[in-house]
């Protein structure tokens, strides 16, 4: 809200420079954004927060000076002279739920035209634009007390009669249409709470008047129009219509039930003063009154919650000029009776901040608390956030940054991974309202993300690319309850063939899975494999599930060319690595705690021994046999050399390997090793099929 | 003779050049058929006496063609072998095999530095779901349907009842639900609104905390935030508290802190003002308390909230916070 330093004044005679009474409202609650100098007046710009509607007005905001710096509020006089004649006019309450009071006056004879120059400047400063003087002067009074009004033409209105009811009670309509003085046709609803004359709705009560009633230039006579209306009900209209007004937006905060009759009146008199017009009695119509809330405050309660002792005459002159009145004071505690423009008091708790506010947080001491040691975590809970750090240490080490993306995604991102409308992954959490639609959902797997990262770094000439993340995947489980959220792991690795001084010809794929593996050691997961993966999207001789514990954890794998080319990543090779994985059921697994085995007394021997297998025989098969043939003294086995080509046959590969022996008893003889290698090595030839490779 | 002999043989080993010459110097003087050999062998003609005169001289003289040799082959060891580490050198100014450590979120970066500092001081960590109900979002923290509060955070609906958690404040929730005081907890993480811009990103991250017990008052959130902002940002940094409104504190306060870019001058980020605000707090709501079952004329508490986002823009000057989400490693990389 934008405030004119010269028009508060007109209400608290504050001698304090703008510069100063700005400093003082932030610290009263009231923050000012901004100071700005027009014509030898300075506007504040205050942000108002949602539960202080009488403030969004000059005179509000007075209050608050008049409360910190003890200076009695002005108050405008109000005597309005009015001719006394008999109104031939009524006003009909239909809902005194939606509307708890409704005055309003007729003003006769007025010239409508431009404003004065001090109410032009002074509207203008606040931000609104001069109509004509009859509009204006409800907006003046709009944002001098902060009660929005609205003026009809009298001549306009049909049968001399207000009535005030949604279509619903008042025709028994659902729905219907409604011209607004902005011109736009609207579709309103049937709880849409509406004024109406004797035949037809003139206008959306607290939002806006209609087009057919409107104030033009040819207009005499008026009807000033001041009510309340209930809150949720006007924020309800004003979000269905999407029509956000000076008006809903103070109504739908709460106006003052009391005070509507002084912005009349002020309406009045400056129309008269104004724009000349003839003043007729009014009327008010008052089915629902204002009691006041009363509330017991205790001293005791004050300093236990604020931390600080104040004496019964601190706490009662912080609220002097708040407008609150105090009764049945004693030395425990005293009543407040809450003014109608302070709605945002409802409790002890209400008044303790209003006792706080005005002595200032500032001078309330600052103190530690004292607290009981004590641990609330479980001990589950603990470690996986352990086990999550040591995952991401282990990653950040093999070079991997860290990436984060938006929890959204797009459906398409699915498509063009091609993952089925069966998989799990197409259990998809809307969102009803995103702000593109490329985030339209929840994303239900890491991948896409890290693939728009790629082609985005790709677009930027970065050609070397190790990214991981580590976030949730939300799962729908039906639509009314909550998805599931599952916690995951991705990478995505690419790197172009650069000329290099030291060479490392690792294929990508053998990369990252030893680096998945060094991060499976790290949080003591050994038992986990590898099996070819049907991930559509990845290259299908190219990428493995991780299996951990015989479920299936991850895949890892490099993007099928198929996706490489539908999302036109312009990469020089088109090799790309991603990994994802469950990171919960990988913490579930892990099993750090490690016992010491003895360091062995006795000298290794070891065996190299290369064999000539069928080509689609498996590392993962020989190796199996190694380990699986049990001669005891057998303490690891390794695959050195793969080769294809040469002297070995067409469908053939030569697959070499080392194993190292050592017993926990003794020094092994060369004789007892020849003879276990040789077992061994018939027995992986058996196995395989395969023949030694001389 | 014995003289001449002597002279000899230190010419010759003057002009040694290599340890196979030594080796052979070594064999022609005392090798079994060298010339000291030859004439210890040849003593054996000499008279007693004669042999006892001539066999000292002669052994004197093999004494010092071995120390010598020994010498001369010692050197020759050490030059021969600085020759070769010579041989060996490499240029040293070429770069190492480049090994990079990954580089840590900048988000996550900060986020750890605040929840050391809060679990340094005896806060637990607590989570809580992402997709939220609205009745934990929103109507338990005293933000009920079409109340204006709402517009403070615009929200994303997956349905009439469900959101995307608009602040971590539904954990303080569903941990009070669970269990009773004495609660001392912070709950980091993800958190969604409707708004994107230079400083808005639909997604961000909030670390919020609680500590509710007996007796627990305005003067300990002080305490307890100026201690925070004092670790983060530094001991000297000026605080201040002014009155503000969440729905779910009563009462409630922003706290600023002097800005550290202009160090409290005025400069554009703070908009002059020398101050930036950097978290938002209070002392619980009675009707928070009372949502879950607790006294609240027993209990009273304190929560407080800040975006991470936010700080680590400020801590690092970066100007928009899209770049925190692009994933560019140029920007990653500085981190
Ligand atoms: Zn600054």
Excluded at chain 1, 399 to 415: H, R
Excluded at chain 2, 224 to 250: C, K, N, W
Aim: charged share 30%; with cysteine.
């Amino acid at each position: 809200m934008r405030v004119s330093f010269d028009w508060l004044k007109d209400f608290v005679k504050v001698a304090a420079t703008p510069e100063a009474v700005a400093e003082k409202l932030t610290m009263l609650g009231l923050e000012i954004e901004a100071l700005e100098r027009i014509d030898g007046d300075v506007v504040l710009e205050v942000n108002v927060t949602p539960n202080r509607p009488d403030c969004l007005s000059i005179m509000g905001i007075a209050r608050e000076l008049s409360a910190a710096y003890g200076i009695p509020l002005a108050f405008p006089d109000l005597n309005v002279v009015s001719e006394s004649k008999e109104l031939d006019f009524n006003v009909e309450i239909l809902e005194a739920d939606l509307c708890r009071r409704y005055a309003g006056r007729i003003v006769h004879n007025l010239k409508v035209g431009p404003s004065p120059d001090w109410m032009k400047k002074r509207l203008e400063k606040c931000g609104i634009r001069s109509i004509n003087n009859v509009v204006d002067i409800t907006n003046y009074v709009l944002l001098e007390f902060g009660h929005p009004l609205h003026a009809f033409d009298l001549s306009t209105i049909r049968g001399h009669l207000i009535r005030v009811g949604t279509p619903k009670v008042t025709t028994g309509q659902s729905n219907m249409k409604f011209t607004t003085l902005d011109g736009s046709e609207r579709e309103v609803s049937g709880e849409t709470l509406l004024i109406w004359d004797a035949e037809r709705p003139i206008a959306i009560a607290g939002v806006m008047g209609g087009s057919d009633t409107e104030v033009t230039e040819k207009t005499v006579d008026i009807f000033i129009e001041s009510a309340y209306f209930e809150p949720t009900s006007i924020r309800r209209t004003s979000k269905t219509l999407g029509l956000k007004t000076e008006a809903s937006y103070r109504f739908e905060r709460g106006t003052d039930l009391k005070a509507l009759k002084k912005a009349l009146d002020r309406a009045a008199m400056l129309m008269h003063e104004v724009a000349g017009g003839t003043l007729y009695g009014k009327i008010d119509i008052y089915p629902k009154r204002f009691y006041p809330k009363q509330i017991n405050v205790r001293y005791e309660r004050i300093g236990r919650l604020l931390g600080v002792k104040l004496s019964e005459q601190e706490v009662l002159d912080c609220l002097q000029g708040l407008g609150l009145e105090i009764f049945e004071c004693n030395s425990e505690g005293f009543k407040v009776k809450v003014p109608p423009y302070r709605g945002d008091i409802a409790m002890e708790a209400d008044i303790i901040e209003e006792v706080a506010r005005l002595y200032g947080y500032d001078r309330i001491p600052a103190e530690l608390p004292k607290a009981r040691l004590g641990v609330d975590s479980r001990k589950e809970i603990v470690s996986a956030r352990e086990i999550r750090h040591d995952i991401r240490e282990s990653l950040l080490k093999c070079g991997f940054d860290e990436a984060i993306n938006l929890s959204f995604m797009g459906a398409y991102e699915l498509d063009l991974l091609s993952i089925p409308a069966e998989d799990a992954r197409r259990k998809l959490v809307q969102v009803r309202n995103p702000l593109r639609e490329e985030d339209a959902y929840m994303r239900t797997t890491l991948v896409p993300a890290l693939i728009r990262n790629l082609i985005h770094n790709l677009a930027h000439g970065n050609r070397e690319l190790r990214l991981f993340e580590m976030a949730k995947a939300f799962i729908d489980i039906d639509h009314n309850s909550l998805p599931e959220e599952k916690e995951r792991i991705a990478a995505l690795y690419y790197r172009e063939k650069t000329k290099t001084l030291y060479k490392d010809d690792t294929p990508d794929f053998f990369v990252v899975k030893g680096i998945g593996d060094a991060m499976f050691e790290g949080i003591g997961i050994s038992g986990h494999s590898y099996v070819r993966s049907d991930e559509p999207f990845l290259h299908p001789g190219r990428s493995a599930n991780i299996m951990i514990g015989g479920s299936k954890a991850g895949f890892i794998g490099e993007l099928s060319p198929a996706v490489i080319e539908a999302l036109d990543i312009k990469a020089q090779k088109p090799s790309v690595i991603v990994m994802e994985m469950d990171l919960g059921a990988i913490i579930s697994l892990s099993k750090r705690d490690a016992i010491y085995k003895q360091l062995p007394k006795y000298p290794f021997v070891e065996r190299d021994t290369a064999i000539i297998v069928d080509a689609r025989l498996q590392a993962a098969e020989i190796i199996g046999h190694l380990k699986d043939h049990a001669s005891g003294i057998v303490e690891d086995v390794s695959i050195f050399d793969i080769y294809q080509g040469g002297n070995i046959g067409v469908g053939k590969k030569s697959i070499a390997f080392n194993v190292r022996y050592r017993s926990p008893e003794k020094t092994l003889t060369d004789q007892e090793v020849e003879d276990t290698h040789k077992v061994l090595v018939d027995y992986i030839l058996e196995k395989t099929g395969g023949q030694v490779r001389i | 003779m014995s003289e001449n002999l002597k002279r000899t043989f230190l010419d010759e080993v003057s002009s040694l050049k290599s340890l196979a010459d030594a080796a052979n110097l070594r064999v022609k003087y005392l090798g079994k058929k060298g010339i000291i050999t030859a004439k210890i062998k040849s003593l054996s003609s000499l008279s007693p006496e004669e042999r006892r005169v001539a066999g000292r001289e002669i052994n004197e003289l093999k004494q010092f063609i071995e120390e010598e040799c020994e010498r001369k082959e010692s050197l020759l060891k050490s030059a021969e072998l600085k020759g070769r580490l010579l041989a060996e050198a490499i240029d040293i100014t070429l770069p190492g095999k480049a090994v990079s450590f990954g580089h840590e979120h900048p988000l996550s970066r900060t986020l750890r530095e605040v929840v050391d500092i809060f679990t340094r001081m005896g806060f637990d960590v607590q989570e809580g779901p992402e997709v939220e109900l609205d009745c934990y979002n929103f109507e338990a923290l005293n933000i009920p349907k079409d109340h204006p509060a709402r517009d403070m955070q615009d929200t994303f609906y997956i349905s009439e009842d469900i959101v995307l958690r608009t602040h971590t404040s539904p954990v303080q929730v569903r941990v009070m639900e669970k269990k009773k005081p004495p609660l001392r907890f912070i709950a980091p993480g993800k958190v969604y609104r409707c708004d994107a811009d230079v400083t808005h990103s639909p997604m961000f991250h909030q670390v919020e905390g609680l500590m509710v017990d007996k007796d627990i008052t305005f003067s300990h959130l002080k305490g307890v935030l100026i201690a925070f902002i004092h670790q983060m940002f530094g001991p000297d940094i000026p605080v201040r508290f002014r009155p503000s409104y969440f729905p779910f504190t009563e009462p409630s306060a922003e706290i600023d802190m002097g800005c550290i870019l202009c160090k409290s001058a005025g400069c554009r980020v703070c908009k002059g003002t020398g101050w930036l605000e950097i978290l938002g707090a209070g002392m619980v709501n009675p009707k928070v308390l009372e949502n879950v079952g607790y006294d609240s004329e027993e209990y009273t508490g304190f929560a407080f909230g800040m975006g991470i986002e936010r700080i680590t823009l400020l801590k690092y000057s970066i100007d928009d916070i899209r770049l925190l989400f692009e994933n560019d490693i140029r920007f990653l990389r500085q981190f």
